[in-house]
């Protein structure tokens, strides 16, 4: 798995990146709603991962709605 494209727009509260599997790219999308994150399901494209492999890309997720929260609820 490899993360390319991270992009953090601090004005609109948005994180984005790609994530690269197998050869395979799928894009999500991290946005603080005021409430909390909202991202893309990646459930939609992880079916066939390990769980090694989706916990790593929870946990990356995880830090990133982390980010949001510490810029826009500080």
Do not use: A
Request: charged fraction near 30%; hydrophobic fraction near 25%.
């Amino acid at each position: 798995m490899k993360i390319k494209n991270f992009k953090h727009d601090s004005n609109i509260g948005t994180i984005e990146f790609e994530v690269e599997h197998n050869g395979e790219v799928n894009k999500v999308k991290l946005e603080s709603t005021g409430h909390g994150t909202r991202y893309t399901d990646i459930d939609d494209f992880t079916e066939y991962w390990t769980d090694g492999e989706y916990d790593q890309l929870e946990g990356f997720i995880e830090g990133c709605s982390g980010i949001l929260h510490q810029f826009y609820h500080s």
